[in-house]
């Protein structure tokens, strides 16, 4: 095929790459060392390069011939690295194990670099042009924050928002939400934009030793969406998971009896919308948008009924659920919630406050707190993507993969919200990644571009590839075959050539 001549610039992709190290096997397939790749597009032609992210956590574990730095879900024992890494540490005390700098998740700009991430408090700076490791950052040296999602925000003066946990005081567990200046002022050109980090607000858990696990968050124009749920992580077994000898992912538990509460932050005002909104106990990984209409936050987001996803990606059950066909026990769906901020307060109880036109409600309790049932937009899509220009605002578009019946995708969608309708592409042994939407240079609508996905093949005799479609009408473009093995990867993103340093600066 042909690829449009504007599309220049570089695709990056990260994910979990290597899953056995001598004799020693991850348990489950998040917690495998990061691999990088990336796609260079230059005068229409593709070139692939992909490269381990040497972390510390690769170097002790490649040094040692075995897993010695635990992950998420596998506990290393015992640790050389333990100066470094993963202590056993008790409540009484309450410093917190040192995390692993395996960033395998995602991929963050900030100002002119870019950083691999995780979820826990450390991002690795990378060279997206030779996707060598350069410096290791520390969230926690800057703001208290153990764990943070590497599902950053930016806003329109290129600041990056982030939501963390602070579990560092003793019983005072938070929601941190922080913010990474583009640049630093131009006399403190040696500093890093990380030493002019702020705290925007912070949001008290609503269990001090129980705080909800969380991937993501919403941004609209005016506010940040969060939500806790009731997905929970238990800081006490936390603190004794290294000396029980269990993973730290059997600390999270799932309270299907609990609500889900909805937090609503003011970025002009930095504070905490007082009222109560709550919905139906939920688990959810993926926001899609938020954006404001009328008095009202409208937020979409994939949401399951129980926990089970995670549990479908222990080693031992991908390659099983894959052979038997596995139906996924609960299937994501895309709910669309409407939240009215200004009301009336004096409308009676049972009233539903939402006066958008939309199946979702907003109904007023006798304590004056609101609960919320959502719009069902569509069924059996994850990894969610879309316009980012649309960030914050009304929009249309929902680029995903379709999960069919295991936790592997098999097509790629554009589903719009507006009218449900729903384009696909899928081919046979086609596992394709996330979808990612690059817009053309003189986009005059919002599907105006190319989506880019990187396709494995179920079948190890058929070359991998990259595919472009043009996003508007789902078409083929074009694709380029890489004849390497290549993985399932999680997260990244384009970025465009002139947001690329070149290697003299």
Same mark, same amino acid.
């Given at each position: ?31 495998? &060392?990061?691999?990088?790749? #990336?796609?260079?597009? /230059?005068?229409?032609?593709? !070139?692939?390069?992909? =490269?381990?992210?040497? %972390? ?104 990056? &928002?982030?939501?963390?946990? #602070?579990?560092?005081? /003793?019983?005072?567990?938070? !929601?941190?939400?922080? =913010?990474?200046?583009? %640049? ?39 506010y940040v969406v969060f939500i806790e749920q009731p997905f929970r992580l238990d800081i006490l077994k936390l603190a004794t998971a290294y000396i029980r000898g269990v993973n730290w992912a059997s600390c999270l538990s799932y309270h299907k009896e609990d609500k889900t509460w909805f937090h609503f932050v003011d970025k002009k ?61 609960s299937i994501p769906t895309c709910k669309r919630f409407v939240v009215p901020l200004q009301y009336d307060k004096d409308a009676e109880v049972g009233s539903n406050l939402v006066t958008l036109p939309t199946p979702a409600t907003a109904v007023k309790e006798k304590d004056g707190s609101i609960y919320c049932q959502p719009e ?49 592409w899928g081919e046979d042994h086609c596992w394709p990644s996330e979808p990612i939407f690059v817009p053309s240079p003189d986009a005059r609508e919002e599907d105006d571009g190319v989506i880019l996905t990187c396709v494995v093949m179920s079948d190890p005799k058929e070359a991998p590839f990259l595919l472009v479609l043009d ?35």
């Amino acid at each position: 095929g042909q690829l449009p001549t504007w599309l220049q610039g570089i695709l990056l992709r990260n994910g979990p790459g290597m899953h056995t190290i001598g004799d020693t096997k991850y348990n489950h397939w998040f917690d495998g &060392l990061a691999l990088l790749h #990336s796609f260079t597009f /230059k005068n229409g032609e593709v !070139y692939y390069r992909s =490269k381990y992210l040497r %972390s510390d956590t690769y170097h002790c574990n490649v040094e040692a011939n075995r897993i010695v730095v635990s992950e998420f879900g596998t506990m290393a024992y015992p640790d050389p690295c333990k100066n470094i890494f993963a202590k056993a540490f008790t409540y009484l005390s309450h410093t917190i194990p040192e995390f692993t700098d395996n960033c395998l998740i995602n991929i963050m700009k900030t100002g002119d670099d870019f950083y691999a991430t995780s979820e826990t408090n450390f991002i690795r700076k990378i060279n997206p042009q030779t996707l060598e490791t350069l410096e290791k950052v520390d969230y926690s040296k800057y703001v208290a924050v153990n764990l943070a999602t590497s599902h950053p925000h930016y806003d329109s003066a290129g600041n990056i &928002l982030n939501m963390g946990t #602070s579990i560092v005081d /003793k019983g005072k567990t938070k !929601y941190i939400l922080f =913010k990474i200046p583009p %640049s630093v002022p131009e006399k403190e050109k040696k500093k890093s934009c990380f030493k002019h980090m702020e705290v925007v607000s912070s949001i008290p858990s609503r269990s001090l030793l129980h705080p909800s696990y969380y991937h993501s968050f919403g941004m609209s124009e005016n506010y940040v969406v969060f939500i806790e749920q009731p997905f929970r992580l238990d800081i006490l077994k936390l603190a004794t998971a290294y000396i029980r000898g269990v993973n730290w992912a059997s600390c999270l538990s799932y309270h299907k009896e609990d609500k889900t509460w909805f937090h609503f932050v003011d970025k002009k005002t930095k504070k905490e919308v007082p009222t109560k909104f709550y919905a139906d106990a939920m688990v959810l990984f993926h926001h899609i948008n938020a954006y404001e209409e009328d008095g009202h936050i409208v937020f979409d987001v994939i949401a399951y009924t129980d926990n089970s996803l995670y549990d479908m990606f222990y080693l031992k059950n991908l390659s099983k659920n894959l052979e038997e066909n596995k139906q996924l026990p609960s299937i994501p769906t895309c709910k669309r919630f409407v939240v009215p901020l200004q009301y009336d307060k004096d409308a009676e109880v049972g009233s539903n406050l939402v006066t958008l036109p939309t199946p979702a409600t907003a109904v007023k309790e006798k304590d004056g707190s609101i609960y919320c049932q959502p719009e069902i937009l569509c069924e059996g899509i994850e990894l969610p993507r879309i316009n980012y220009d649309y960030n914050g605002k009304k929009y249309k578009y929902v680029f995903a993969t379709k999960v069919q019946w295991s936790p592997v995708p098999a097509k790629i969608v554009k589903f719009d919200t507006q009218t449900k309708e729903m384009f696909q592409w899928g081919e046979d042994h086609c596992w394709p990644s996330e979808p990612i939407f690059v817009p053309s240079p003189d986009a005059r609508e919002e599907d105006d571009g190319v989506i880019l996905t990187c396709v494995v093949m179920s079948d190890p005799k058929e070359a991998p590839f990259l595919l472009v479609l043009d996003a508007k009408t789902f078409k083929e473009l074009g694709r380029a075959k890489v004849n390497v093995g290549m993985h399932l990867d999680l997260h990244g993103m384009f970025i465009p050539e002139k947001d690329l340093k070149t290697e003299t600066e």
